[in-house]
């Protein structure tokens, strides 16, 4: 499986001096952020720092007070959601939204509507995407059958089905055990390398983000604190000052 429809060329997903203000707050302050093809990125900061704030604004679900987004050159900032899936800037979020009622398929098949793809592309890519996170002996399960792991699994099917060109995972390791979490790494690990896509990921796992991204942007209060390799990160102090209260 791989993805198609993009160009051959290699894309960037950006964003400039980004600000979102809600009232008097400001969630993100000032923020500048690459995604680059083939490449792992991940988010992380304590609580509150502004991580999914600043996805929602990459994926056009959260307004800008100020600065840009764009995907290789070109403003995407006041480009609409759906819009943006079609341009392959593709996310999950922390709930898992499923409909519960339909089947596993039915539910990938779900996502893929607004894509404009006939009915046979749609099950095919459906049935490629389940079988990619391992999935695929359960498509025909009605999606509340389905362990709290695997419905976590379901929701990432749901955007490889989309092909992306990047991907953008908000916590897909939440309230996993350490063995499904490391399944999950491996998983994002496949994307990367099967797609080409450039995956950004926001987790609390540290072990998760060290073991599996190329990069990490730390936030702090909205702003970025540090950008680095794991190992940068791992020993920046101000890092741990962020999260621990103390640059011990």
Partial sequence: MTADGGTSSHQTLEASGVVVRFGGLVAIDKVDLTLEQHTILGLIGPNGAGKTTLVNALSGFQRLSSGTVSLSGRDITRVRPHRRSRDGIVRTFQAVRLFRDLTVLENVEAGLAGMGHRRAVTRERALEALD???????????ASRLPYGDE??????RAVAMRPHFLMLDEPAAGLNAAEAGAVAALVRRICDGFGCGLLIIEHNMRLIMDVCDRIQVLASGATIAVGSPAEIQSNAEVRQAYLGSAR
């Fill in 152 to 157: 976590r699994r379901l929701g990432i099917a």
């Fill in 132 to 142: 990619w996170v391992g999935l695929g002996d359960k498509a025909d399960w009605t």
